[in-house]
């Protein structure tokens, strides 16, 4: 089982570990502060023992890092470095959506059906039908509002059994979390949005900077897409 740096401390940069399997140009390691893609995040890039990460992924229990240059071997300890540039951008684009999310739960009570994100832009999927009327910007005035409130943002761990019992911290339409996790991460803007979540986030909402609603399009019938690009304030 790898130890899940990241769901502590977003901010942490740089991290050593031991290498606790090898194989076909991937490496495991007893704990890692690169984000592995899933839940709608790509995978941080960076370096380990001075070969470049080029990509992560989760495999069970365990996460897994490709890398260029060779491989470590078992039992050596290694240095990790994250492209905090990458993942700074990644933090604020995921805090944004929640955010949006937040904004959209509180306003209309739709639950979202999907998303995606890359550094800086990101589109998320709900189950609207049709959309409001001037829905575009009035979601974009209304999240930068809250962006601009500079609400607080927290992590907690619950008991699974108590996190599923609040049916306000799965936003998502199918609830998408693992039975095999427990805890489960809530992630907090205070005042606004509590959700169930594994991704990363920046501490406020004022770090996030500002979002523009760059398109809003139908996906079928009550679903609805609005893609979003996170700008510096």
């Known amino acids: 089982m790898s130890r899940l740096?990241?769901?502590?401390?977003?901010?942490?940069?740089?991290?050593?570990?031991?290498?606790?399997?090898?194989?076909?140009?991937?490496?495991?390691?007893?704990?890692?502060?690169?984000?592995?893609?899933?839940?709608?995040?790509?995978?941080d890039t960076g370096t380990l023992g001075g070969r470049r990460v080029v990509s992560v992924r989760k495999e069970g229990p365990v996460v897994w890092h490709r890398l260029e240059g060779g491989e470590p071997a078992v039992g050596e300890e290694v240095a990790g470095s994250i492209d905090w540039e990458r993942r700074h951008r990644l933090m604020r684009t995921h805090t944004a959506l929640h955010v949006l999310c937040g904004v959209i739960w509180n306003e209309w009570g739709v639950p979202v059906t999907g998303g995606n994100m890359e550094p800086l832009s990101a589109r998320m999927d709900f189950?609207?039908?049709?959309?409001?009327?001037?829905?575009?910007?009035?979601?974009?005035?209304?999240?930068?509002?809250?962006?601009?409130?500079?609400?607080?943002?927290?992590?907690?761990?619950l008991p699974r059994e108590l996190a599923l019992a609040d049916t306000d911290l799965i936003r998502t339409k199918v609830n998408l979390i693992p039975p095999s996790v427990d805890p489960i991460r809530v992630v907090d803007i205070v005042g606004l949005?509590?959700?169930?979540?594994?991704?990363?986030?920046?501490?406020?909402?004022?770090?996030?900077?500002?979002?523009?609603?760059?398109?809003?399009?139908?996906?079928?019938?009550?679903?609805k897409r609005i893609r979003i690009e996170v700008q510096d304030r």
């Open 5 to 43: 740096l990241f769901l502590e401390d977003a901010y942490l940069r740089e991290f050593t570990a031991r290498v606790v399997s090898v194989g076909d140009g991937e490496v495991a390691l007893d704990q890692t502060a690169f984000y592995p893609t899933g839940g709608g995040q790509p995978h």
């Open 127 to 157: 189950e609207f039908d049709p959309l409001p009327p001037g829905f575009g910007a009035a979601v974009e005035e209304r999240v930068n509002a809250e962006l601009a409130a500079d609400r607080p943002i927290r992590v907690s761990f």
């Open 193 to 223: 949005d509590k959700q169930a979540d594994g991704g990363t986030h920046v501490a406020s909402t004022a770090e996030v900077g500002r979002v523009r609603v760059t398109k809003t399009e139908s996906k079928g019938k009550g679903n």
